[in-house]
Nanobody, 124 residues
Framework: QVQLVESGGGLVQAGGSLRLSCAAS????????MGWFRQAPGKEREFAAA????????YYLDSVKGRFTISRDNAKNTVYQQMNSLKSEDTAVYYC?????????????????WGQGTQVTVSS
């Protein structure tokens, strides 16, 4: 049974930082593209960042480039998202997702496994 468990969310002031983690089990982590998506209140879920299976390539939503950094540790089956210079518009539930086949890095439909989400709230 595949499980993706996010942690690290919380309440932070604008300009602050948070580091999200996603621990994976039940899948061959090192062969999966991993992504972070987010859903703000009243909005549709959107792509935030993704990282290739080896960690050699990363992809970002334009509005988070330069502020968010996605990374992974295949030995620990964990993907991370370091979020700096947080803004109120980053407030959302953040979801970790995994894709093994037919992946399109920013397409939710290609990710087969999802975590339960972790809340990030940025106060202004």
């Amino acid at each position: 049974q595949v499980q993706l468990v996010e942690s690290g969310g919380g309440l932070v002031q604008a300009g602050g930082s948070l580091r999200l983690s996603c621990a994976a089990s039940g899948l061959t982590f090192s062969t999966n593209l991993m992504g972070w998506f987010r859903q703000a209140p009243g909005k549709e879920r959107e792509f935030a960042a993704a990282i290739s299976s080896t960690g050699s390539r990363a992809y970002y939503l334009d509005s988070v480039k330069g502020r968010f950094t996605i990374s992974r540790d295949n030995a620990k089956n964990t993907v991370y998202q370091q979020m700096n210079s947080l803004k109120s518009e980053d407030t959302a539930v953040y979801y970790c997702a995994a894709c093994q086949f037919g992946c399109s890095w920013n397409s939710q439909a290609t990710y087969g496994y999802w975590g339960q989400g972790t809340q990030v709230t940025v106060s202004s």
